[in-house]
């Protein structure tokens, strides 16, 4: 058994700052891709950030220079920085990871939800 669980959304106004964490546990063999995603009322899930086992990162346009995706390997951690909020940056806030159990899969958390008000 995997599971990712989230922490850190929370309610802030707009310009603030709130730092995402999402930590990976289980019966866990190795860690490739770990990556966050949202999903704001009545639209698609979306790609925010995404970042290698190597640390290569890819962000999505929406985020970039406001938002910063980093990882702790020895934790099984993903962290989601995210400065100068905006209101459309209100979405729960997925983790995805591509990890190694008898086979590679992707797995999701359950989310966390980050409101930020204007």
């Known amino acids: 058994q995997v599971q990712l669980v989230e922490s850190g959304g929370g309610l802030v106004q707009a310009g603030g700052s709130l730092r995402l964490s999402c930590a990976a546990s289980?019966?866990?063999?190795?860690?490739?891709?770990m990556g966050w995603y949202r999903q704001a009322p009545g639209k698609q899930r979306e790609l925010v950030a995404r970042?290698?086992?190597?640390?290569?990162?890819e962000n999505a346009d929406s985020v970039k220079g406001r938002f910063t995706i980093s990882r702790d390997n020895a934790k099984n951690t993903v962290y989601l920085q995210m400065n100068s909020l905006k209101p459309e940056d209100t979405a729960v806030y997925y983790c995805?990871?591509?990890?190694?159990?008898?086979?590679?899969?992707?797995?999701w958390g359950k989310g966390t939800l980050v409101t930020v008000s204007s």
């Open positions: 995805n990871a591509l990890i190694l159990v008898n086979n590679w899969a992707y797995f």
């Open positions: 289980g019966n866990i063999r190795s860690i490739n891709a």
């Open positions: 970042i290698t086992s190597g640390g290569s990162t």
